[in-house]
């Protein structure tokens, strides 16, 4: 027979069974209630905040990936600001602000700037200076995020990117509607709040006073020399602010 300690326990010494079959076999401990309430209760605690501990870790980690960390992911403000400094630095800018950043996906952005030249720069110091701006896009940007910019040219205002050739096009497609009689000032750029260089998401816009037949003159031509630069772009026309 085994004998009982105060509080129920087993006197490990007297176990019937510790004696037949070694200390391996000695009677179990059972707890009583309240100790399995605590076990109870510390069990969910550590449940919980190693719970809490891994939310936020996903949370770190997924914020990260989308607002960017280091050279590796996505960076639109520190893109802004460094294109900011760069055109501010070219020949002929008088000004620039960054005004929209725009999420295209899990881990890419457009960032878009406006920048405004000095007053009468002549044809060639257009050139240069749009070129310039074009090519600190294209170092200024990565890591998943593409630097855009509209340029304030006298009567003319020019999108720019990354390409070359395209930024290039637009001014001189500008200048081309911006020649035509009856037309007062012509943006040239995409069409919609989401930068592309593709052709068809060109938008030339032209403010003239024409009406009727001479407004529609006015667009013939502008079509004609859009549709030569960009397939499939469009053009519209605006009346002049007041």
Do not use: H
Request: aromatic letters at 4%.
């Amino acid at each position: 027979m085994s004998t009982e300690r105060p509080g129920g326990q087993l006197d490990p010494e007297d176990d019937d069974l510790d004696r037949a079959f070694g200390p391996d076999t000695g009677s179990v401990t059972i707890r009583t209630t309240p100790q399995r309430v605590r076990r109870g209760a510390l069990v969910t605690v550590g449940v919980v905040l190693a719970a809490g501990v891994l939310v936020i870790a996903l949370g770190t980690i997924i914020s990260s990936v989308q607002n960017g960390v280091g050279g590796v992911f996505p960076q639109p403000e520190a893109a802004l600001a460094r294109f900011d400094t760069a055109a501010r630095a070219v020949d002929g800018v008088r000004s620039v602000e960054g005004v929209r950043t725009v999420k295209t996906g899990f881990a890419s952005y457009d960032v878009v700037s406006v920048a405004t030249a000095e007053d009468g720069l002549a044809p060639d110091a257009q050139d240069d200076l749009v070129a310039a701006l074009s090519a600190a896009a294209a170092t200024t940007g990565g890591n998943g995020v593409r630097v855009f910019a509209v340029v304030q040219l006298d009567t003319m205002r020019v999108g720019l990117s990354a390409d070359a050739d395209v930024t290039a096009a637009r001014l001189d497609l500008a200048r081309r509607v911006d020649a035509i009689g009856g037309v007062r000032a012509v943006r040239c750029a995409w069409a919609t709040d989401a930068p592309s260089d593709e052709a068809t998401a060109q938008e030339v816009t032209l403010q003239t006073i024409g009406r009727g037949a001479a407004l529609d003159a006015v667009m013939a031509k502008a079509q004609e020399s859009t549709q030569a630069a960009f397939r499939g772009a469009t053009v519209t026309a605006v009346r002049p602010p007041a």
